[in-house]
């Protein structure tokens, strides 16, 4: 065998084998220190193997992998080109920043004895989301969406330790991620019905642009179960409470990863699966992706701004944010596309940054409500020094990754003639000038209460892993040579292979 | 020694050992007729259910602890995860199971990679309905005020 060969099943395969083997790791000796370092060190040769998938697709060309060494499309195909390479290395990266972040604030949040399993979930997690972007058989897409998913369910529910309400989040975002499943299921079923294939591209082949209502509802069931998972206006409900009251860690993985991947395959069925000249799809952007990313914009971030707990307010703040990716999407053009890739993959970084942040604080002063974050500049000054550079990030502010999405989505609604799609997406950044800008004032303008004991700033384990999510917000700022490029290049192929 | 529900304990006894032997069939037969792994598994599981329905829990328990049933479910998933890895050191894909014997003219490798595959497949689902059947029959029978 050679390495690279195989590289492409290496980021699924290796967390599936490593996670059981963590779990057999004792949970309470040496401070739960073993599978920590583990699962550490495979989530980093995980990234590595993404990053050099990322390389060879970037400079060689897509890769198509064959499991079992079946032909597609009788067998499963791993297929990777640009865009699911970019997310492949978004959700690889955070997670390599995310389990060794993990270690001391998930010791002070859930139950001592389940430190081995929350290890081995967060890995099945990550195989999940990757063996998601990864495939290029819809029905895989499902397979890899459960695995995912169930484990995310335990995930939020470990949080119970500290907050029972973490319970009813769980089972929330349980019933309505299997109504999003099952939607996908059926509308999976409706094409496998009209095309008699599962593979994306063969579904895309035998399709050969017909039209009809079974393909079309199709269609409509698998946008709107993925637009469930997503968290897509209205069907993100389950989104704010499972975010708040699951463990600080938990949070900062999903939302920088988990809901990104759900738009990534909404794009990804329609321009491969479906493909943009389909007759059903403009209506679809105009009269539903549109308006609702629209809604979502707005309404996710009025509320937003209405928040007393900063952990909610960062999930709806994430609402919004896929509102921005959708609409991007949902101009149809290729350069609309491409600003909703960037957007995907900077939004990432900025909501996995914000949510450390948030981590810290909930281990040094045990709360994630507004009032914990007054004279945080004065206490914890790195954690707020991060908070408040992912902040700007998220507002747009230059210098920073919200910029250059932002920028982008602009530019990409003024060339496709739409000036009043520009307007609002700058009127709805002012929305995020409003919800940032309260806890920004709060932690450097206010004083702490008085009687408040003094504080530790958060550990290094921790805040090393924040500054480097913190450094990439302004790296790809200024360097847009990785990002926008090859979002501009992945975007191209997409849109060419809808043509 | 209580003589309590003796029919029923007699029977079970009587029934243990022809229905692990059943999902044993079920299990190695899969590959011609109907059954595999996950059928087998459950069968399996079923005649320790029986034995803790009769016997209570604990009795069953010692037989079969969950630290056992734990390490059973890691065993058995790495059997499948480990025969794919292994197609991928000897040449071939993941799950690649001709890579098992290449040499063959009629895939006897894809015969013995389902063959391990399904094994995995049946240690693991026969110890995690197991794990299912323990938790939920161990649970304190009413919800305290202070668990609300």
Known sequence: ?499 | MSIEHLILRVVIKIMFAPILLFALYVQFHGDYGPGGGFQAGVIFAVAFILHALIMGLDETKRVLPVGVLKVLMVVGFLFYAGTGVATMLLGGNLLGYDAIDPASTHHAGQHYGILLVEFGVGMAVASTMLVIFYHFAGREPEIRDEDW
């Open chain 1, 1 to 499: 065998m050679t390495i690279a060969s195989q590289l492409p099943v290496i980021p699924i395969i290796l967390p599936l084998v490593t996670a059981p083997l963590a779990v057999l790791m004792p949970a309470e000796k040496w401070g739960g220190r073993l599978p920590h370092v583990f699962t550490t060190l495979v989530a980093w040769t995980v990234f590595a193997a993404c990053a050099a998938i990322l390389h060879s697709v970037a400079t060689v060309g897509p890769i198509s992998y064959h499991l079992g060494d079946w032909a597609p499309p009788i067998g499963i195909e791993y297929r990777i080109d640009l865009a699911n390479a970019l997310v492949l290395t978004l959700v690889s990266g955070v997670g390599a920043l995310v389990f060794p972040f993990a270690h001391e604030s998930i010791r002070s949040e859930i139950d001592p004895r389940q430190v081995n399993l929350f290890y081995a979930a967060l890995l099945i997690c990550m195989a999940g989301l990757l063996g998601v972007t990864i495939t290029g058989d819809a029905f895989n897409v499902f397979v890899f969406l459960e695995i995912s998913s169930l484990s995310t369910y335990a995930l939020v529910a470990m949080g119970a330790n500290k907050d029972r309400r973490a319970l009813t989040a769980a089972f929330n975002y349980l019933v309505m991620g299997t109504i999003g499943a099952t939607f996908f299921v059926i509308g999976l079923g409706l094409l496998y019905q009209a095309t008699g294939t599962l593979n994306m591209a063969d579904i895309k082949i035998q399709l050969a642009g017909d039209n009809n209502r079974m393909v079309e509802a199709g269609f409509a069931f698998i946008v709107i179960g993925m637009g469930l998972k997503a968290a897509m206006f209205p069907m993100h409900l389950w989104m704010p409470n499972a975010y708040a009251y699951a463990p600080s860690v938990v949070s900062a993985f999903l939302a920088a990863t988990a809901t990104k991947v759900a738009v990534y395959v909404i794009i990804r069925f329609i321009y491969t699966v479906i493909g943009a000249d389909f007759a059903f799809a403009p209506a679809a952007f105009a009269w539903l992706i549109a308006p609702l990313a629209i809604a979502g914009m707005f309404f996710a971030s009025v509320v937003a701004i209405f928040q007393d707990d900063v952990k909610r307010m960062l999930a709806y703040s994430s609402v919004g944010q896929i509102g921005y990716m959708l609409f991007g999407v949902s101009f149809g053009t290729e350069q609309g596309l491409s600003a909703s890739l960037v957007h995907l993959f900077n939004h990432g970084l900025m909501k996995g940054a914000l949510f450390m942040a948030a981590a810290c604080v909930m281990l040094r002063i045990g709360s994630h409500s507004c009032n914990a974050y007054a004279g945080l500049a004065k206490r914890m000054p790195l954690t707020a020094a991060a908070f408040i550079i992912a902040g700007l990030s998220l507002i747009g502010v230059p210098l920073t990754v919200g910029f250059i999405s932002k920028w982008q989505l602009l530019s990409a609604a003024f060339d496709s003639g739409r000036a009043w799609a520009g307007f609002l997406i700058v009127a709805s950044s002012f929305l995020a000038v409003i919800y940032i800008g309260r806890v920004i004032e709060l932690m450097v303008l206010k004083e702490a209460p008085k009687d408040a004991p003094p504080i530790k700033e958060a550990p290094l384990s921790m805040l090393i892993p924040m500054g480097i999510l913190v450094a990439a917000n302004i790296y790809f700022g200024l360097n847009t040579e990785l990002t926008v490029d090859l979002a501009e290049r992945a975007a191209h192929a997409l849109m060419g292979a809808g043509r």
